[in-house]
């Protein structure tokens, strides 16, 4: 048999895949519901790609409170770089929407674009990454963490003892997961 032909959809999976059969049994409210969420982090995607282009080009936004507008003025104010990659080891990395490190002063800001509560543990996250891969010690630089969400503006000054313990745990982790692979 000679199956029809689908290029423009190759490497594409459907919102109603077979591989993510689940919808088969939601009711409609939830399959909206499902659609909406997957359109709102399409939306996201796009935002931050948005956000990564005005800051890499340093085209400024209007000067509003706006979360958008915020998030892409400060970080070309603070001379940041967007969406850098964080890494540790193949087990725990994660990208920075926007980081700068000048002067013994760790700046780290993140762009939330969802209805979900944020938390700054992610960004003590990507301090503890950040601290890891450059060989920083947190209790001898400083820092502030900042949440861009429903036109506010979160910030905190990290305790270094909390970023200690997250690298400590990060890497035994890690290890823990690489002697286990090792067993096999």
Known sequence: MNFNRHSNFEGLHAFMSASKYHWINYSDEKL????????????????HAL????????IKMPRTKKTLDSFINDAIGFRMKPEVVLVYSENCFGTADAIGFRDDFLRIH?????EGVASMVQLRI????????????PEKIEAELRIYQHDEIFA?????????????TIVRFDNLIKLNSEKG
Not at 51 to 58: C, F, M
Not at 156 to 168: A, H, L, S, V, Y
């Open 51 to 58: 956000a990564k282009e005005h800051i890499e080009l340093g």
């Open 110 to 114: 993140d762009l939330k674009t969802g």
């Open 32 to 47: 909206l519901t499902v659609w909406n969420n997957t359109k709102m982090t399409e939306r996201g995607i796009k935002l």
């Open 126 to 137: 990507y301090m503890a990454l950040f601290c890891l891969e450059y060989r920083k010690e």
């Open 156 to 168: 905190e000054t990290p305790n270094p003892e909390e970023i200690r313990k997250i690298m400590d």
